[in-house]
């Protein structure tokens, strides 16, 4: 921190990203599911937060490059993803104690084989000492030029509303509520594959999700 108030920090980091197994469905030359793990090898990040001299506020800025890899079933459409990635992004916050707000933004177009836009929006107000009430507001927009001709579009995009409803039994544990409408199938698709691939077939495809959740959160 220095005298006039403002603070900064940051971190770097080295290492290998695993990220959740992917299944990509293919309907051409006939229908066909394939899946594959995705991995980020010698990575390479940092990150920079900045606090002003307002209480509550934090930005910040971070970034990692590696090299995608990919293990398991693939294809020869999927192993165009075996690349070298830049991804960047930004975040913003703001707590008080009745206000919440957050906000990050990801972004990768360094690489003509794979494009990502995503951001988020979540505010939240605490009505009373243990009532809260949020909202949430997602897009994410995902290219990937080896597998537009056999993909449906909707794999690559995702929005979605969101309003939820908490109680703060104390400031370590929560029960939480939720009820989610999403757009596309980036994040929300049928877990049968075998009705994914005749729904495509029939063209008869369910583009949109809606989702009650109910949680509990704590920390210590």
Same mark, same amino acid.
């Given at each position: &921190?220095?005298?006039? =108030?403002? @603070?900064?920090?940051?971190?770097a980091y080295? @290492?290998?990203?695993?990220?959740?197994?992917?299944?990509?469905v293919f309907?051409?030359?006939?229908?066909?599911?394939y899946?594959?793990?995705? %991995?980020?090898?010698d990575?390479?990040?940092?990150? &920079?937060?900045?606090?002003?001299?307002?209480?509550?506020?934090?930005? =910040?800025?971070?970034?990692? +490059?590696?090299?995608?890899?990919?293990?398991?079933?693939?294809?020869?459409? !999927?192993?165009?993803?075996?690349?070298?990635?830049?991804?960047?992004?930004?975040s913003?916050?703001?707590?008080?104690? $009745?206000?919440?707000l $957050?906000?990050?933004?990801?972004?990768?177009?360094?690489?003509?084989?794979? @494009?990502?836009?995503?951001?988020?929006?979540e505010?939240?107000? #605490?009505?009373? %000492?243990?009532?809260?009430a949020?909202? +949430?507001?997602?897009? #994410?927009?995902?290219?990937?030029?080896a597998?537009?001709?056999? !993909?449906? $579009?909707?794999? &690559?995009?995702?929005?979605?509303v969101a !309003?939820?409803?908490?109680?703060?039994?104390?400031?370590?544990?929560?029960l %939480?509520a939720?009820?989610?409408?999403?757009?596309?199938? $980036?994040c929300?698709?049928?877990?049968?594959l075998? @009705?994914?691939?005749?729904?495509?077939?029939?063209?008869?495809?369910?583009?949109?999700?809606?989702?009650?959740?109910?949680?509990?959160?704590?920390?210590?």
């Amino acid at each position: &921190f220095f005298e006039n =108030g403002w @603070g900064c920090a940051y971190d770097a980091y080295v @290492g290998e990203l695993d990220l959740m197994p992917q299944e990509v469905v293919f309907l051409e030359p006939e229908p066909d599911v394939y899946e594959f793990s995705p %991995k980020i090898q010698d990575l390479v990040g940092v990150r &920079f937060m900045i606090q002003p001299p307002v209480a509550g506020w934090n930005f =910040g800025a971070s970034a990692y +490059r590696g090299s995608g890899s990919l293990t398991g079933e693939s294809s020869s459409q !999927v192993d165009r993803l075996v690349d070298q990635y830049l991804f960047w992004g930004a975040s913003l916050e703001y707590l008080s104690d $009745r206000w919440w707000l $957050r906000s990050e933004f990801l972004a990768q177009h360094e690489n003509d084989a794979f @494009g990502l836009d995503g951001v988020y929006i979540e505010p939240a107000f #605490m009505i009373t %000492k243990h009532w809260q009430a949020a909202a +949430r507001y997602e897009w #994410m927009e995902i290219t990937v030029s080896a597998l537009k001709s056999f !993909v449906p $579009r909707s794999f &690559f995009e995702h929005q979605s509303v969101a !309003v939820g409803l908490n109680y703060w039994i104390n400031p370590n544990f929560v029960l %939480k509520a939720a009820y989610h409408i999403a757009n596309g199938n $980036r994040c929300a698709r049928p877990s049968e594959l075998a @009705g994914l691939i005749a729904a495509f077939q029939q063209g008869d495809f369910e583009e949109e999700t809606n989702l009650l959740s109910l949680g509990v959160q704590f920390s210590f």
